[in-house]
Every structure is written in C-alpha cells, then in structure tokens.
C-alpha cells in the first residue's frame, strides 16, 4: 500500500511556542490530505481537510488560526500549532487521499505526532 | 449528521475465540464503511471496506465485514483471534462525495486473553 509519513514523530514544546508537523506522501501524489486529532483513549476527529494549492477547509469548532495548514506541494502538508497551549497537547494523525484508479476514495494514514505542550 | 456508533468500549476474547465487534451507523445514502486497525506505535491500517455489492466483506488478517441495511450495521468479525490481533478497532463511514471525509466510531479496544 501507500506511505505516509510524519515528522517528527513526538515533539514537546514550552507553552506559547509555534509547532510545525510534516505530512509527506512518499510514493504518491496526494492532491488531498487530513489532519486529525485523537486524544487519549479517543476517536480521531477530523480537523482540516488540505488540498494542494488552496486554502485548507477547517471542520467547525476548529479554529484556522490557531491550527496553520499549508499544502504546498503533491506530496506534503504542514500543520503549524500557533501559540500551543498544554490543551493542544495531543495525538496528531494525518492522512492522504490516494488518488483515482489506486484505491480510489481510500486514505492512508501517516503513524502520527504526538505533541505535549508544557 | 452522519455518525458511527460502537457501543462495546473494550472487549477481552480468548486467544483462538471468534470475535465480532459490533458498528452502527447513520447515514442518509449509501454509505461507504471501513474498518481500521490502531496498534501502539503504527499508523492505522484499513482492514476492510464497503462501497457496494456483495455485503459480506472479505479483509487483511482473516478479518471480515458484512454490512446489513436493515439494521444499519457493519460488524466485524473474525473466526480465530490471535495474540498480534490485540489492538484498537475503529469503525468509520465515509462521507461526502467520494466518500472524502471519513467519520469515525469511538473505537473498541481488543485484548486478547492466553
């Protein structure tokens, strides 16, 4: 199947500092991409669909100032927490969209980020 | 709103015991259905989906799905766990066109009794 990668792959980071995670697809092109969060023993909750030369999409509640997503290239997307705070202390998942006529309508995931904010 | 229900948070089987984990879900269409795989350290995997056709899904790892209409289910199952199944289980409906929004269950946590 597909690869995607994160990095890095945990972070830890003073309260106030910006963060930047990395999505890259390494052996596809991945017109979109998403970024989820998981908290402990949670569900993934979807954050931001990106799609490669446009404005990212912000799922409600999610706010796009704090979370900077940027998807400059077909093969990578960034998430910058802004200003983190201890409760943007979580588990990051992000995922690329493959695209038709290879598993079409089918994401792969990355192996995540954890951040913890202090 | 689309949404995914798994109603069992944690479910402990013995090893070589079938196992069936239980999914609900609400959609208006014809939703595409996926279960994925969550171990410590890696990334999720698909094990299987459902977009049409035949209800009985066939997945990786001898898993399998069948999806039922009528009780707006798609539970998984399979006949023999083994110690490496021990994980956690996400059941997702995709949304969308294209299915390019995926929403996901709350999850069910898999151990696995010697």
């Known amino acids: 199947g597909a690869v995607v990668s994160q990095h890095p792959s945990w972070v830890i980071c003073k309260s106030g500092t910006s963060v930047k995670i990395e999505c890259r697809s390494l052996?596809?092109?991945?017109?979109?991409m998403f970024w989820y969060r998981q908290f402990p023993k949670q569900s993934l909750m979807l954050m931001a669909t990106s799609n490669e030369g446009s404005k990212a999409t912000y799922e409600q509640g999610v706010e796009k100032d704090k979370f900077l997503i940027n998807h400059a290239s077909l093969t990578l997307s960034t998430l910058t927490v802004t200003s983190a705070h201890p409760e943007d202390s979580s588990f990051y998942i992000c995922?690329?969209?493959?695209?038709?006529?290879?598993?079409?309508?089918?994401?792969?995931f990355g192996p995540g980020t954890r951040l913890t904010v202090l | 709103a689309q949404s995914v229900t798994q109603p069992d948070i944690h479910i402990t089987v013995s090893e070589g015991a079938s196992l069936e984990l239980r999914c609900n879900y609400s959609y208006g269409a014809t939703p595409y259905l996926f279960w994925y795989v969550q171990s410590p350290g890696q990334g999720l995997q698909l094990l299987l989906k459902y977009f049409s056709g035949d209800t009985l899904v066939q997945g990786i790892k001898g898993f399998e799905a069948e999806f039922k209409r009528s009780q707006s289910s798609f539970n998984l199952r399979k006949p023999s766990v083994h110690w490496s199944d021990a994980a956690e289980y996400f059941c997702a409906v995709g949304a969308g066109s294209s299915a390019s929004k995926i929403i996901f269950g709350s999850g069910t946590r898999l151990s696995i009794r010697p």
């Open positions: 995922s690329a969209r493959a695209p038709m006529g290879r598993g079409a309508d089918e994401q792969f």
């Open positions: 052996d596809f092109q991945a017109t979109t």
